[in-house]
């Protein structure tokens, strides 16, 4: 059992950073970064190999958000900058035991945190 924890979410202004960490309580191999405002689909952001040598994103975060990892901390990071309105969600830490193939479904991850919420003011 694996357990993810995010924290870094809050309040900025457009065109502002933050960053946001998950900690996982547990071995894992696979990790992204979803998010999801009230009533739609869980969307994904970025997803990170075990060795940090992989790198994805979708295409609306490319050259905004870089996604690294920390495995001696069990963390993975999701620097975000140049933020905009469109970006504010309720942002999700995912992971799973095994490499994950189609890492931009959320349905592919067995774990995933609480949640963060980024809010961005226009």
């Known amino acids: 059992q694996v357990q993810l924890v995010e924290s870094g979410g809050g309040l900025v202004q457009a065109g502002g950073s933050l960053r946001l960490s998950c900690a996982a309580f547990?071995?894992?191999?696979?990790r992204g970064w979803f998010r999801q405002a009230p009533g739609k689909e869980r969307e994904f952001v970025a997803a990170?190999?075990?060795?940090?040598?992989?790198?994805y994103y979708a295409d609306s975060v490319k050259g905004r958000f870089t996604i690294s990892r920390d495995n001696a901390k069990h963390t993975v990071y999701l620097q975000m900058k140049s933020l905009k309105p469109e970006d504010a969600d309720v942002y999700y830490c995912?992971?799973?035991?095994?490499?994950?193939?189609?890492?931009?479904?959320?349905?592919?991850?067995?774990?995933w945190g609480q949640g963060t919420q980024v809010t961005v003011s226009s």
């Open positions: 995912e992971a799973d035991e095994k490499a994950v193939y189609g890492v931009e479904r959320s349905d592919e991850y067995n774990y």
């Open positions: 990170i190999s075990w060795s940090g040598g992989s790198t």
């Open positions: 547990g071995r894992t191999l696979s």
